[in-house]
């Protein structure tokens, strides 16, 4: 289960780091535009002005977190809402690289649960 953890955090940890770092210095190259609900969905993230930097900077703070071990278990937490909505926009919106986007969800949700004796206080009465 430890080399699980490690493995699976490295990989979370990363795939943040790789997001974050790829926005930031535009790195993704010409990618074609989207079209019909995940079209709406771009416009009004991009018309916000701040929902992208927001979220890539977050993703950044939180893939560091998560590969070097310090605040993983804050880093997870703040990094859940995240990748919950990375999943529903590509299950319910795009319907596109929906693998991706549960394993990103699976990811954090087994690092929640591998780490859960330090969270299972917020849930007692």
Known sequence: M???TIIVRILLGGMMLFASIAYFFEL?????PPTGDMATVMAGFVA????????KAIELI???AIVSGKFLRLALIVLLPISVNIF???AVVSKTDIPMAAGI????LFLIYANWSS???LFTP
């Open 119 to 121: 969270y299972k206080h």
């Open 88 to 90: 529903l926009i590509h």
């Open 2 to 4: 430890k080399i699980a």
């Open 62 to 64: 939180c893939g560091l």
């Open 28 to 32: 993704g190259g010409e990618q074609k």
């Open 48 to 55: 916000m002005k701040y929902m992208f930097p927001l979220a």
């Open 105 to 108: 969800l699976i990811a954090n």
